[in-house]
């Protein structure tokens, strides 16, 4: 990942990861769209401030939804749907 910075979409959804988010993911410095939806995946996601669109549902994330997400200006679609977390967004 760390020679793809110029990325601007990551697109794993529907896959059957388990595990942590990788921290690697935050190397991506166009990251734009970040699809991670419908897998087991748990843990922290490092959100950039140009990414767009946030996909996020049905993994196994919980604790309170992070308060990052206010920090993306850039931010027009987030589903954190079908997760365990809590509070406001």
């Known amino acids: ?15 059957r990861f388990k595990g942590n ?6 190397w ?3 990251l734009r769209l970040l699809n991670l939806t419908d ?5 922290n996601v490092r959100f950039l401030k140009k990414v767009e669109s946030v996909l996020l549902g049905y993994n196994r994330f919980k604790g309170n939804v992070p308060t990052e997400l ?6 027009r679609l987030l589903n954190l ?5 809590t509070g406001n967004v």
């Open 1 to 15: 990942v760390r020679f793809l910075k110029k990325v601007e979409s990551v697109l794993l959804g529907y896959n």
């Open 21 to 26: 988010v990788p921290t690697e993911l935050g």
């Open 28 to 30: 991506l410095m166009e």
């Open 39 to 43: 897998n087991r995946l748990t843990g």
């Open 70 to 75: 206010g920090w993306l200006m850039e931010l």
């Open 81 to 85: 749907t079908d997760n365990r977390l």
